[in-house]
């Protein structure tokens, strides 16, 4: 007969041995993260004139990125990404400024821009500089350079764009929902949902949407800039769901309405909807490992991971509050 003790030494076992499992995950993509990098190291040993580089990796996951250091010099470093949307944003003042760009020996694209000394915003620091922000996010959406580089799409209307973002949801979903038999009725009765109402959308007139435009997305530098980054989900889209994201996660709901004016859009019932039940579909989409990348996953805190998602779907505000 198994008893308790064989049950709490078996757990013991299970545990150490996801423990183990999950520090090997984590190796190999550190691996992964750094697997371009002596291509790096030569490039820049080409084109900057200085032999001795430190490469250093930012903390987080994304795409492969470095922190390079030579000769007193600091820069940061993107490989394997489209560097147009940056290059657009550039020029329009929204990103810092790109130093060189070109191709790797190995074949993928490299990008450096200079090191800008600052910090991620808190709550706070959005709603202290509303202004601004809503500017900056006016001044992407409707950049005509930026909107350029990005694909083509055969609608500008809101419904398809919402419905576009739920298929690349779904196509995400059904790699992972095996893994969360407890939850998956619910994500999928989700799901139904969310595309009901999406379907039900009007209006038209996609803008170049950031589409990530989280507070890890944009630098608040030392000398009073304010720069939006990190461009890979950017895409035309609907502007809702960049607002949706924005202002549920850092502003209160009496700032609202001044930030939508500033940012040239309406405070009306059909907006707010828009903006809801986008950000309920990037907060489901933002629990799963994005395509390219080296996010980790942990099947264990998925269901903590939904606590946003169940929250939105509810019309409820973050539960984090603001003004931090």
Not at 109 to 134: H, N, T, Y
Not at 204 to 214: F, K, M, P, R, T
Not at 225 to 249: H, N, Q, R, T
Request: proline residues 5%.
């Amino acid at each position: 007969m198994t008893n308790r003790k064989d049950f709490t030494t078996l757990a013991a076992h299970e545990t150490t041995q996801s423990l183990i499992a999950n520090l090997l995950d984590e190796r190999e993509s550190m691996l992964q993260r750094q697997k371009h990098q002596e291509d790096v190291r030569r490039y820049l040993q080409q084109h900057f004139r200085i032999r001795d580089w430190g490469l250093s990796l930012p903390r987080g996951s994304g795409m492969e990125t470095y922190f390079a250091q030579g000769d007193g010099q600091k820069y940061f470093i993107k490989v394997g990404v489209a560097v147009e949307p940056y290059s657009a944003m550039a020029e329009a003042g929204l990103t810092p400024p790109i130093i060189a760009q070109g191709e790797l020996e190995g074949g993928p694209s490299i990008m450096i821009q200079p090191f800008i000394e600052g910090r991620k915003p808190s709550s706070k620091d959005f709603c202290d500089q509303l202004e601004k922000v809503a500017a900056i996010v006016h001044k992407m959406h409707h950049d005509s350079e930026t909107r350029a580089k990005l694909p083509s799409t055969s609608s500008n209307d809101f419904r398809y764009a919402g419905l576009r973002a739920l298929h690349r949801l779904l196509a995400k979903w059904e790699r992972y929902k095996t893994h969360f038999p407890t939850i998956a009725n619910f994500v999928d009765r989700s799901i139904d949902r969310l595309s009901e109402q999406v379907s039900l959308f009007s209006g038209e007139g996609l803008v170049a949407s950031h589409n990530d435009i989280c507070n890890a997305n944009w630098l608040f530098a030392s000398d009073g800039k304010i720069y939006i980054v990190d461009f890979e989900s950017m895409s035309l889209d609907d502007p809702a769901a960049d607002l949706g994201a924005l202002l549920w996660w850092y502003y209160p709901p009496d700032l609202r309405q001044r930030f939508l004016e500033r940012a040239g859009y309406p405070y009306d019932d059909e907006f707010k909807l828009r903006m809801r039940l986008r950000m309920a579909i990037h907060c489901l989409s933002i629990t799963l490992p994005r395509d390219g990348s080296f996010d980790q996953f942990n099947p264990e805190r998925f269901g903590e991971s939904l606590r946003d998602f169940g929250a939105v779907l509810d019309g409820k505000e973050n539960p984090e509050g603001y003004i931090k």
